[in-house]
Structure formats: C-alpha cells, structure tokens
C-alpha cells in the first residue's frame, strides 16, 4: 500500500474562490501527477512532477497551477474557482523502483457553485 | 498518441468468472496496469505486467497479455459483489512512463 494523502476529501465552494487542494506522500517518491476525473469518464493528466522545483501541465489543458516545494507535497491551486472546474481531482506518485507504478490517493471531490 | 481501449460495462453473476478486456495502440508500452476505483476513492493499484510476459497470476486475478494483437485482460476468478467497481487499464511507455488510461470498465456484480 502506498502512502499518499488528499485533502480536503471534499469541498463546496462560491464562484471566484481561490482554492488549494493538498497532496503530500511519505514514500520519497521524486514523480507526483494530477489527474482530473469527471464523474464515469477517463482519467485526464493535468500536471505532474520530476522532483522538486520540476513542474509540467500534462495532456488536458488546466487552469489550475502547482508546485513542488518539497519531495513530499505537490499542492494544485485555483485562483478563481469557476462551475467548469466541478470534478474529481485525484494526486498520484510513482514508485520507480518497481514497475514504475503509479499510486494514487483517495481523491479530492471539488464542487463550485 | 497513446490510445487505450476498453468495454463500459460487464454484468456478471456472483460466483462466476469475469473477463474485462483492453486494447491500446502503442507497440512500445512497456508496462500494463490494471486499476480498481470503487465509488468516491481513488484508484487502486490491482497488478500490472511488463510487456516481455504473455501471464501473470495473483490469488484471483489473472492478467493476460497478448502483444501481437496489442490486447490486455483481467479475469477475476469467482467474482463477488465486493468486486463491483470501475476496472481501468492504463499503459505506459517511453522514456517518461506516463501511464496513459483507459476510461473504464464498469462492472456490475448481482446475486
């Protein structure tokens, strides 16, 4: 089992709230990824991370930005939280040491009213 | 790019075997995942399988893997209610091994 925690697990916001969604692992992974999921659709990679200071946007265009302070956190913020971002964003991290496999944590669930 | 492709759903009977089946287009995926999402979780980790094996058996699941046709199965032995859940298969490869998933298997598992 792999060591990597969300929060908030879930949140209801107002249209133009600036909003962190929090995403640390203890495991010394160097990668970490943000996917965003819609309710029964595919998994889309929105950001994702070498190591520290390395920060990418991934295949699906984002509004959201994120950082990589410290090996151990990957936070994505929302400067201006709009209904558009209504949607499941999930935090991951690979563990290369064996069959580079992804792990993920349980999801944070963000809706914008 | 990268393509990954799976049935939506799959009813079965308790207690029978299940057969969730993928394709994917890339010939270079090195590693092949299988994952498990149950309703507002993340996704679990099942098995996964490198590319240069045709099997790989854990307790129930057995993962089948045939490279010519660039085609990937999970079969859950003895399925149970508790295994209702959205089954997704991912792929990666190349020098980033970004996993690259389909969009999901829903299985439905009745008494």
């Known amino acids: 089992e792999a060591d990597i925690y969300q929060t908030p697990r879930y949140l209801v916001i107002g249209t133009g709230k600036k909003i962190t969604l929090e995403c640390s692992q203890t495991m010394g992974h160097d990668k970490m990824y943000w996917y965003q999921q819609d309710p029964g659709m595919e998994l889309h990679l929105i950001h994702y991370s070498y190591g520290v200071n390395s920060t990418e946007k991934g295949d699906l265009s984002s509004e959201s930005t994120v950082s990589r302070i410290r090996t151990e956190h990957f936070p994505l913020t929302l400067e201006s939280a709009r209904p558009s971002h209504t949607s499941q964003y999930l935090c991951?991290?690979?563990?290369?040491?064996?069959?580079?496999?992804?792990?993920f944590g349980e999801g944070s669930w963000l809706t914008v009213v | 790019g990268e393509d990954v492709e799976q049935s939506l759903f799959l009813s079965v009977r308790e207690g029978d075997s299940s057969v969730i089946n993928c394709t994917y287009t890339d010939s270079s995926s090195t590693y092949l995942y299988w994952y498990k999402q149950e309703p507002g979780a993340g996704l679990q980790l099942l098995t996964y399988?490198?590319?240069?094996?045709d099997m790989k058996q854990d307790q129930r699941l057995t993962v089948l893997l045939n490279k010519k046709d660039k085609h990937l199965s999970l079969r859950i032995a003895d399925t149970q209610t508790g295994d209702s859940a959205i089954y997704f298969c991912?792929?990666?490869?190349?020098?980033?091994?970004?996993?690259?998933f389909g969009r999901g298997t829903s299985l439905i598992v009745h008494p």
């Open positions: 991951a991290s690979k563990d290369t040491h064996s069959g580079n496999t992804i792990y």
């Open positions: 399988i490198f590319s240069n094996m």
């Open positions: 991912a792929e990666a490869s190349g020098g980033s091994y970004i996993p690259t």
